[in-house]
């Protein structure tokens, strides 16, 4: 089926190691554009986050949050957030089971928090607001932790009735959002809201949250750089994000 829509992750996909968008990926998703194909993001990264890159590429589509939200031309069609009882639920229980040194960081629909005062994570250059997380007022899109204990995630995903949560391959956190807030959900109520079928999507990815998305689209391709269970599931292996891995295969085509 010929393609309508192309969907990209960003980090470990559309993005270089240096978090730059190479000028190859460009005029390939731009000429891809000009025939009439849709170009859209598909990201955990929130809408904040995302700007720099819209920039460069101008998407038609947006699925910020890993399916907490959606965009269509500039146009918010669709959100999923946990309600502020269980975003106060899942903040307390995570100071309870980690600590009062929890390093955590949540996302809302127009901004990104973080509770650090100083420099003790990973390699996050994010333009994150402070807060301590004590009286959050605000339905969380998402909620990360800096922890590789599946057994502390597992409880504060049980103060919830309905929580996905899945680790970053790269860094030491893992994320949480609501069971509906997924990738293949997002795609599935655009695949209803545009008219158009899974099957003339075409879905690259590398990372956990990538999987369903590249099972459900027509054409699921992973980068060389991907973890394994991405590129046992895909159609296709890429390139890598560092090789213009996305440039590579859509020329190809």
Request: hydrophobic share 35%; net charge negative.
């Amino acid at each position: 089926m010929e393609a309508k829509l192309i969907l990209c992750d960003l980090d470990g996909t559309l993005l270089r190691t240096d978090k730059t968008i190479s000028l190859k990926n460009i005029n390939a998703l731009e000429n891809c554009r000009k025939k009439g194909v849709l170009i859209g993001f598909s990201t955990s990264r929130g809408r904040p986050n995302i700007l720099p890159f819209e920039e460069k590429i101008k998407p038609d589509v947006l699925i910020c949050n890993g399916g907490g939200c959606i965009f269509y031309k500039e146009k918010l069609i669709r959100t999923q957030t946990f309600s502020l009882s269980e975003t106060r639920s899942m903040l307390e229980t995570a100071y309870k089971v980690c600590g009062e040194n929890a390093e955590i960081t949540l996302d809302t629909l127009d901004a990104i928090y973080w509770n650090r005062k100083h420099d003790k994570s990973t390699d996050y250059d994010w333009d994150c607001a402070y807060n301590d997380f004590k009286d959050f007022n605000e339905p969380a899109m998402k909620i990360c932790l800096q922890t590789q204990d599946i057994e502390k995630v597992r409880k504060i995903a049980e103060s919830v009735p309905s929580c996905d949560y899945l680790p970053f391959s790269d860094i030491p956190w893992y994320k949480f959002s609501s069971a509906t807030a997924t990738k293949e959900n997002a795609i599935l109520f655009l695949c209803e809201y545009l008219k158009i079928a899974t099957e003339s999507i075409i879905a690259f990815g590398d990372d956990h949250n990538d999987i369903g998305m590249l099972k459900m689209c027509g054409t699921g391709v992973a980068m060389s750089n991907a973890i394994p269970e991405v590129k046992a599931c895909a159609d296709f292996v890429t390139l890598s994000n560092d090789e213009d891995g996305i440039a590579e295969f859509l020329t190809q085509r």
